[in-house]
Structures are given as structure tokens and as C-alpha cells.
């Protein structure tokens, strides 16, 4: 079996090609094909010989994942379904934000797992299995074809990343640090970390990890709720990293980074959107540098959440404000073809 390339480092690939009887400067000349030029064959590298692209395709193959599926809302924003080498599928979001200035603001959501194990209840992949970890290649494939996309649409490249599709980031830690760094370094795509959002259920473990690995990109958290009991109903996750650990560990993480958390919460009506749940909220939120994104629940067929009214929305929001804090009520994209928060699960 061919050895996937994007898998060997410069390195080892230059040492490769000498043994071969090749020069070894070639392998720089490879790894810039690959990752600041997104090849995703072996006949793209056109400053290589005949001989030299033919050796490589005999040995190594470039394993680039294709649009399975596209659909484009009323909204604009545009769904891909990615076909896997394997033939496995994740789901990819361009959501575009079109603005009256120079810079539209063009966000990619991108997936780290195919499925998910932590089955948070008011979302779509929860209820799948989870099948395997991205590798770095294929998280960065996704933001490579949704830049695409952006440009061939809104004749716009991209501006912002989130790791907010489907699976969870922090339990595929190797990789998705792998794959920001290809998508910043000045030899992959050049993008600014702090355009990139990674964004977790809640492993308090991990957050300390990235604390101690000094990342540059934004941490979320998805809160949903600041009360163990509700967290623990809709988010199993929580009986292991509880509130308690988890603010702890979101400590060690602004101290080491010295970056503000940003915290998901979806306004569950009849749950988690009383006055009460905003002061445990706010509480929350004294623990560390933080402001709120307060997000639209977008209902899946197997759940019967609903969304909060727009008059208890208005009340929470202001509670939060009146106390300092920051807040930002994000309005769902692409509910039209189920592209909206929680609602990524692989369907046409």
C-alpha cells in the first residue's frame, strides 16, 4: 500500500528522496506543494521532473477529500458533505457575512471527527456513532475547499475558521493543533490564529493541555448551562469535568495564554432561561476574562428542545449586560439545509 505523504515529515521525505538517488532540496519543493499550494495530486508539481513525479506516485499517494454534496441556503450560507478517502462523510459550513465595508467576513465551520461520542442532547451529531478522528490533512483540506467556495460565491477568501462542526475537537488533540498550525504557518496557508476558533464540549483535561502548549487561537466553551444538574441532563460529558473543573481549568488556561473565553449558550425555552440561569451565568463568568455568545437553538428531529421567545431572550441578555458582561446574540444560518448549529449528522 502507498504511503499517504502528507503523513512524512520534510525530513524524513528528504531523506527518502536521497536514498532514491534524488536531490534533497526536492523535499522543501513537495512540502510547499502540498501546503501552501493545496496540490492534491502528484502532476500538479510542475518544477518536479517526469521521473521524479512518477517515483513519488509509485511510492506515496495525496489522499484530498472531494464535495460529496453541495447546498446553498436562502441565506447564502453553503453546506458541503466531504467524501473521505475511506468513504466516510463530514460536513463543512461557509457562512458569509456580508458587510457594507472593504472586508466581508467570511466563516468557515469545519469538522475534527467523523460522528461523535459525547452525545449532548440537543445535537445532531450527538445521536451519531463516532467513527473515526480527521487527520490534520483533512481538517485543512476542509478549510482549503470552503476558501474555494468563498471566492468562486462572494469573490471573497475566507476571514475566520471554527472548529464547531461535527465531533469534538479537544478528544482529537494531536490533530486539530497539527492542522492549525499547517493553516497558519507561512508555509501552509498564512492565516492568523486569532482568526481561528476552536470550540469545546468541556474537557477540563485538555484545556489545561492547551494552556501548557501556549496556543494562539480562541477557545469556546459550549456552557448551555452554569448549573451541574442541568449541564449533567443535556450534556453527559459533564458528570466527568464538572463546572468546578472546568472553570479551573479555563483559569490555568487564560493565565497561560492570556486569552478571553468565549461561552456557547443556547437559550433552551422552559430550562435554562430564567433570571436565575443568568446570575448562574454571570457567577460563571467572574471565573475567568469571558464574554457570551447567546445562541438560537435550531430543533433537530430527535430532540423536542425548543427556542426560547424572543421577549425572555431580551430579558436574559439585558440581566447579563446590566452586570458587565459581554454579549453577542448570534441568529442561526442555513436552518434551511440543516447547516445551522447542532444540526450537522451527514444528511442530503
Known sequence: MKQDIRKTSPAQLKEWLVQQGEQGFRAKQIHEWLWKKSAQSFEQMTNLSISTRELLNTHYEIRPLTVDQQ?????????????????NLVEGVLIPALRTDDMDRMTACVSSQVGCSLTCKFCATGYMDRKRN??????????????????????????????????????????????????????????????????????????????????????????????????????????????????????????????????????????????????????????????????????????????????????FAGYLEDKGVTVNVRRSRGKDIDAACGQLAGKS
Request: proline residues 4%; without cysteine; charged residues 25%.
Open 71 to 87: 447546498q446553498r441556503s436562502n441565506d447564502g450560507t453553503i453546506k458541503s458533505s466531504f467524501r473521505l478517502f475511506d468513504g
Open 134 to 315: 480527521l487527520d490534520a490533512a483533512e481538517i485543512y483540506d476542509q478549510v482549503v475547499a470552503i476558501d474555494r467556495q468563498a471566492k468562486d460565491a462572494y469573490n471573497s477568501p475566507l476571514t475566520n475558521i471554527v472548529y464547531m462542526g461535527m465531533g469534538e475537537p479537544l478528544l482529537n488533540y494531536k490533530n486539530v493543533l497539527e492542522s492549525v498550525d499547517r493553516i497558519t504557518s507561512p508555509d501552509g496557508l498564512g492565516m492568523s490564529p486569532k482568526r481561528i476558533t476552536v470550540s469545546t464540549a468541556g474537557i477540563a483535561k485538555m484545556i489545561r493541555q492547551l494552556g501548557d502548549d501556549q496556543v494562539k487561537f480562541n477557545l469556546a466553551l459550549s456552557l448551555h448551562a452554569a448549573n451541574d444538574q442541568k449541564r449533567d441532563t443535556i450534556m453527559p460529558i459533564n458528570e466527568s469535568n464538572t463546572l468546578q473543573a472546568l472553570g479551573d481549568a479555563l483559569g490555568y488556561f487564560y493565565k497561560k495564554t492570556g486569552t478571553r473565553i468565549t461561552f456557547e449558550y443556547i437559550l433552551f425555552y422552559n430550562f435554562n432561561d430564567t433570571l436565575q440561569d443568568a446570575q448562574e451565568l454571570w457567577k460563571f463568568t467572574k471565573r475567568v476574562p469571558a464574554k457570551v455568545n447567546i445562541i438560537e437553538y435550531n430543533p433537530i428531529a430527535e430532540a423536542n428542545f425548543k427556542n426560547t421567545d424572543p421577549q425572555t431572550l431580551d430579558r
